[in-house]
């Protein structure tokens, strides 16, 4: 099993693929900008931009972010003591896995992929908790969200085709 150290909690790493998501995440945000620029979107914002509408933050960078924030301070790493191992353990039953990437990475993929946008980091990490998981929302063949499984596990993500929604055009209105 995966072992994870607290003192290593909001690191160099952590940071790093904060920005990688932000960055598909923007991706994404600029397409929907794109496609309707007759609407504004005041709270489709970048991490930090978003952070210091909402917490009146002035951090500097992720990293910073990370350290410092109130609201992220408290959110507890997914992490449990093991027994077993005499060490803490990645908690694949956590909020981040059961809510974060159902419930928000795939649904990102699942707008990326309306928009005919490519989300290597966003596919990655949700792939990565598919094989922890053992769950199946990204087909490894074709890279691409595996909707019969979504749909089949209506209730497990939010993506709305799960909810009988198939246009993207639905969701923004």
């Known amino acids: 099993m995966l072992t994870v150290s607290l003192e290593q909690d909001f690191d160099e790493i952590s940071s790093l693929n904060m920005k990688r998501l932000d960055d598909e995440y923007t991706l994404i945000r600029n397409a929907i900008r794109a496609r309707y620029p007759e609407r504004t979107f005041t709270y489709m914002l970048p991490y930090l931009e978003l952070e210091k509408l909402v917490h009146d933050s002035d951090h500097a ?7 410092n924030s109130k609201q992220l301070g408290l959110i507890k790493p997914p992490v449990v003591f093991s027994e077993d191992a ?18 928000g990475l795939v649904i990102a993929k699942w707008i990326a992929e309306q928009l005919g946008i490519d989300t290597p980091f966003i596919r990655q990490v949700i792939m ?5 998981r053992r769950e199946h929302w990204v ?3 074709t890279l691409k969200l595996d909707l019969a499984y979504c749909i089949e596990h209506k209730y497990a993500s939010g993506i709305p085709p799960s909810f009988g929604i ?8």
């Open 61 to 67: 960078d992720i990293m910073t972010s990370f350290r």
């Open 86 to 103: 005499g060490d803490v353990i990645l908690d694949v039953n956590s909020r981040f896995f059961t809510d974060d990437i159902p419930y």
């Open 128 to 132: 990565w908790s598919d094989k922890l």
């Open 139 to 141: 087909n490894e063949h």
């Open 166 to 173: 198939n246009d993207l055009d639905l969701i923004l209105d």
